[in-house]
């Protein structure tokens, strides 16, 4: 079975802290999302990579920066955490093109 | 312009009777991909189907069947004979071959199975 991992399950950050979420997949998949997800938003892209060290700006990247270094693994960055990344997070990996996707389990951030 | 709609905020029925959730796409493309996904109250997303757009074919799977319409560029999912494990958020979600992979998800419908 596909396995993607997210390092923490909640997290609580002050403002102006540099966060990073960390995803992994163990399944070599050449996709990796990130999305976050809020009430009656639903789920939106914040950044996506189909290959390491590439990435791509989704719908919503302002305020976030994103890392592969390794093809299994995807981080997210919060340079400077605002109350309004609060939110949580979903990582997800992708087989290929237009292939469904497995989710880890989320990461509820908290920034206060 | 690449979108998926869930009309349905928010539905609740009781046990065994039968639901439909609803999901419109828009797509400029001919070639593409639907999905749903059911997130339970754990929080981690689950894959329930995948369907390309030549394959306009009804699925049905246990409990489950989903109904593809390109006509009226629908996807709609019912359960039949609800259960209290079927309670979740389902997403319907979309992505577009000609694009870089993208893959779009509706705000979802919270789905309350009533015992």
């Known amino acids: 079975d596909v396995k993607v991992t997210q390092s923490s399950r909640y997290l609580v950050k002050r403002t102006g802290e540099k966060v990073f979420l960390e995803c992994v997949q163990d399944m070599d998949h050449e996709n990796m999302f990130w999305y976050r997800q809020d009430p009656g938003l639903g789920l939106r892209l914040i950044y996506f990579s189909y290959d390491v060290k590439m990435k791509e700006k989704g719908d919503i990247p302002e305020g976030y920066s994103v890392s592969r270094e390794k093809k299994e693994r995807f981080s997210l960055i919060l340079e400077s955490a605002s109350t309004n990344q609060t939110s949580m997070y979903l990582c997800?990996?992708?087989?290929?093109?237009?292939?469904?996707?497995?989710f880890g389990q989320g990461t509820r951030l908290t920034v206060v | 312009a690449q979108k998926v709609t869930q009309a349905q905020t928010e539905i609740s029925v009781v046990e065994k009777e039968d639901v439909t959730l609803d999901c419109v796409y828009e797509t400029r493309d001919t070639t593409y991909y639907l999905f749903w996904y059911k997130q339970p109250p754990s929080g981690e997303l689950v894959f329930l189907i995948r369907r390309n757009s030549f394959d306009e074919q009804n699925e049905i799977s246990g409990r489950y069947s989903w109904n593809f319409q390109k006509s009226t560029s629908s996807f709609n999912f019912t359960i039949t004979a609800s259960q209290v494990v079927d309670s979740a958020v389902y997403f319907c979600a979309l992505s577009e071959a000609n694009r870089d992979d993208k893959i779009i998800f509706g705000k979802g419908t919270r789905l309350h199975i009533l015992p």
């Open positions: 997800a990996s992708t087989l290929g093109v237009n292939t469904e996707a497995f």
